[in-house]
């Protein structure tokens, strides 16, 4: 299983094993690093609304072409093991609720689009060298998770970045994965689920065997 979040409580990325019932926490990332919030300072950058706009990005991306990467490698940093770190230098998020970004990030970027100003092939590249990141990023934890349940093909989404469907056919084309379940209300309204279904399973006297109804 694979959370990949803005933040949830302190959470904003997570990996799990699920085996007979019962899940296992393998691995944690916490805020203020997140893939999610990463891709969403770039949304407000480009002048769409952070929290509903995201896929607008993940649609202009295909216009664009990665072009940014040394100025994006400045802004993120992937580490072997799967895990981030977000250059704060660049995001306000952290301490202000004004703008998600700082002038830096306009002095590396160039000048950020207003919502009523034309789309230019400069904020194309923009969105496809996010993209690439986010992407990268998604791969780095599938490769990783995959290392910590040897053999497993399976996986399970959740998670706002869990429904970037161009970062979840990557995972499907370069890792292991070949079966990807994604929860489709994988945002804060798809907990009461969650929590539904786990209190079910963990509670009940009999295993809990999944069906063609329950997938």
């Not at 952070?50 to 940093?77: H, R």
């Not at 580490?79 to 002038?103: C, E, I, Q, V």
Request: proline letters at 3%; hydrophobic letters at 40%; a negative charge.
């Amino acid at each position: 299983i694979m959370t990949v979040d803005g933040v949830g409580e302190w959470t904003t990325t997570a990996l799990y094993r699920a085996e007979k019932g019962a899940i296992e926490l393998l691995k944690e990332i916490d805020y203020p690093d997140s893939l999610g919030l990463f891709y969403s300072a770039i949304t407000a950058f480009l002048g769409f609304r952070v929290n509903e706009d995201e896929y607008k990005v993940m649609g202009l991306a295909c216009y664009g072409e990665p072009v940014l990467e040394s100025e994006f490698n400045q802004l993120i940093t992937f580490l072997a093991d799967g895990s981030f770190s977000l250059n704060l230098d660049y995001f306000s998020f952290p301490y202000t609720r004004k703008r998600m970004y700082t002038d830096k990030l306009i002095e590396l970027l160039g000048p950020e689009r207003n919502k009523e100003d034309p789309i230019t092939e400069h904020h194309q590249n923009i969105a496809a060298t996010a993209q690439r990141f986010l992407e990268k990023g998604i791969l780095g934890l599938a490769n990783h998770l995959s290392s910590l349940c040897e053999g497993e093909t399976n996986l399970c989404m959740a998670g706002g970045v869990a429904l970037n469907c161009t970062a979840n056919t990557e995972i499907i084309r370069q890792t292991v994965f070949n079966e990807v379940s994604i929860q489709p209300a994988a945002g804060d309204g798809g907990g009461s689920m969650g929590a539904a279904l786990y209190v079910a399973n963990t509670m009940a006297q009999n295993e809990y065997t999944p069906t063609a109804e329950h997938s």
